[in-house]
């Protein structure tokens, strides 16, 4: 019984180490960063929070997965998953740092605020940006210099913005004093922040759920970007839009470290210089193509009203910005940040883009 045992043994070990010996020949041949043909095929696991529907979706991602294949000669074949299969807008930093996807998210750092991501987080500031561009080029410069050091699982490849959050609801919203008592879904605690200072309840409730949470009552509206509102069929259980910018949610494309780190160097740069760029690229023009005619559309779907406020009514909403501003700073100084030295800089970008902070 000995005996057969090591024979049985010998030959299961001799079996593994000539596949060992195969499998090792070649890796060796297929990953020295050459294109086309012997080349190793790559699959990234690509996960997006956006639904088949939204224009994200349609316009940008998927175009840019055949951008990629295209770019690569096909070396990197992208499995391409929607609606947040793999993971939801709130676990984007845990999911891509540990491995549960390659690249995606995007990651909306106002979700991570009690992280390592919190100095991202000054970018969702009530009343800071007016037009994606903007956002997206304040965001990257400060991203450079103040919180390059906080990606450590993960790496960044670039920023792209969402058009400016404003207010669905139920009901018509024409005055800064109706927002009082109302129960308004925020996404992060920035936004909590600025539904108090406009007198109403905030309610913390993830991308994926906000439909439900309008149709069912559980808030009586929801801070959300106007084209995002469409997309997501909003005006169904919300079908009025009062067009109060109240801030901008930028979103940042994320790759799993280990995976760039096992990357042929000449894929890593392409991903880099062109691929990433390209998301960021097509990601803001269909952002654009979407604000203009977003009143129009809200309208066409089954919005019931789309509502410009009076100037005199924009500025008691501006007007709750500064201590939100001011708090952000305290909380950076509490976490060992320099909050002051951040701000200066973040509103120096600001007025760099030919913009005004709001108070």
């Known amino acids: 019984m000995c005996i057969r045992r090591l024979i049985i043994i010998g030959v299961t070990l001799s079996i593994v180490l000539f596949l060992a010996a195969c499998g090792g020949k070649e890796n060796t041949n297929s990953t020295g960063g050459e294109s086309g043909k012997g080349a190793e095929e790559i699959t990234m696991v690509a996960n997006f929070l956006h639904p088949n529907s939204h224009h994200t979706v349609v316009n940008a991602y998927k175009p840019w997965v055949e951008y990629v294949e295209e770019k690569t000669n096909g070396r990197v074949k992208v499995e391409l998953y929607t609606g947040g299969a793999l993971g939801s807008s709130t676990t984007v930093l845990q999911d891509v740092s540990g491995g549960v996807y390659d690249f995606g998210g995007p990651m909306t750092p106002t979700y991570h ?155 890593k740069k392409l991903f880099e210089e062109d691929l990433a760029p390209k998301l960021v690229e097509l990601y803001e023009d269909t952002y654009l193509a979407e604000i203009e005619k977003l009143e129009t559309e ?26 939100i501003w001011d ?14 030295e951040m701000m200066e800089d973040f509103i120096e970008l600001i007025e760099s883009e030919g913009l005004e902070t709001p108070f």
């Open 327 to 340: 708090q952000w700073v305290e909380e950076a100084n509490k976490r060992g940040y320099p909050g002051e």
């Open 113 to 267: 605020y009690d992280t390592e991501i919190f100095p991202l987080t000054i970018g969702d500031l009530p009343f800071a940006f007016s037009d994606i561009e903007s956002a997206a080029n304040v965001m990257d410069q400060f991203i450079e210099k103040h919180a390059q050091e906080t990606f450590k699982d993960i790496v960044y490849m670039g920023v792209t913005a969402n058009d400016p959050f404003t207010l669905i609801s139920s009901k018509p919203i024409n005055t800064f004093e109706q927002m009082k008592g109302l129960k308004i879904k925020v996404g992060g605690t920035v936004a909590g922040e600025l539904a108090k200072s406009l007198g109403s309840t905030p309610v913390a409730i993830a991308y994926e759920d906000t439909y439900d949470a309008l149709q069912k009552g559980i808030v009586d509206a929801a801070l959300f970007p106007g084209t995002g509102s469409i997309s997501n069929s909003y005006y169904e259980v919300a079908p009025y839009m009062t067009n109060i910018p109240a801030y901008m949610s930028y979103n940042v494309p994320v790759m799993n470290r280990a995976f760039y780190d096992n990357l042929p160097d000449d894929l």
């Open 298 to 323: 809200w309208i066409d779907a089954g919005g019931n009203e789309f509502i410009n406020l009076p100037e005199e009514e924009m500025k008691k909403f501006k007007r709750t910005a500064k201590p």
